[in-house]
Structure formats: structure tokens, C-alpha cells
Nanobody, 124 residues
């Protein structure tokens, strides 16, 4: 069974930082790209960034560039999302997702497997 489990969310004041983890298990060798999405209350799910397991390529949406870093531990099959300078608008449930083939990077349907999400709440 493929599982993606996010952790590391919590309550933080504006300006702080958090690092989220996404631990993968099961049929992970087929994963090509790991993406991060978030969904704020009352809003649509939003793409944040992504990385590939091989190499060092990363991609971030313009709205988070400079504040977000995605890294990987290929041995542990874990991907991380670090968010700096958190703002209240970053409050959302954050999801990691896995794509098993090349597909549009920001499209939800490109990712076949999803975690349960972890909550980040940013206070003013």
C-alpha cells in the first residue's frame, strides 16, 4: 500500500519558519516527482512547489519563491518543505503528492497519490 504521511505542521507566529516532512512508503520506486499543495479555508487547493527524486531540480510558484525550499532524502524516501517568513495567508492544510510520470507540474491530476495533510496556522 502506498502511503504518504505529512508531519511538522503547527501554530506559528508570523515571521517564523516551519519544516514539513512527507514520509513515503510502499510503491515509491515509481515516483518521479513530489509536489506540495496547500488549501486554505474556503479556497481552492493551490500548488506550492515540486521536486524530482533524481537530480536537484525544484520548482516553486512565484508567490512563494524566496520563502520556500523543497529538499529530499532519497535514502529515507522523505521530502521536506521549509517555509520561512510565514504570513497569515500561509495558513492552510499542506499536502504532499506523488507523480509517477512526467505531467503538468501544477495540475492536481498529475499526482496519483496524496497524503492526509498537515495543518499550518500562522497567527498575526
Amino acid at each position: 500500500q502506498v502511503q504518504l504521511v505529512e508531519s511538522g505542521g503547527g501554530l506559528v507566529q508570523a515571521g517564523g519558519s516551519l519544516r514539513l516532512s512527507c514520509a513515503t512508503s510502499g510503491r515509491t520506486l515509481s515516483f518521479y516527482r513530489m509536489g506540495w499543495f496547500r488549501q486554505a479555508p474556503g479556497k481552492e487547493r493551490e500548488f506550492v512547489g515540486a521536486t524530482v527524486w533524481s537530480g536537484s531540480s525544484t520548482y516553486y510558484v512565484d508567490s512563494v519563491k524566496g520563502r520556500v525550499t523543497i529538499t529530499r532524502d532519497n535514502v529515507k524516501n522523505t521530502v521536506y518543505l521549509e517555509i520561512n517568513s510565514l504570513e497569515p495567508e500561509d495558513t492552510a492544510v499542506y499536502y504532499c503528492a506523488a507523480a509517477d510520470r512526467v505531467a503538468p507540474i501544477q495540475t492536481e491530476s498529475s499526482y496519483a497519490f496524496w497524503g492526509q495533510g498537515t495543518q499550518i496556522t500562522v497567527s498575526s
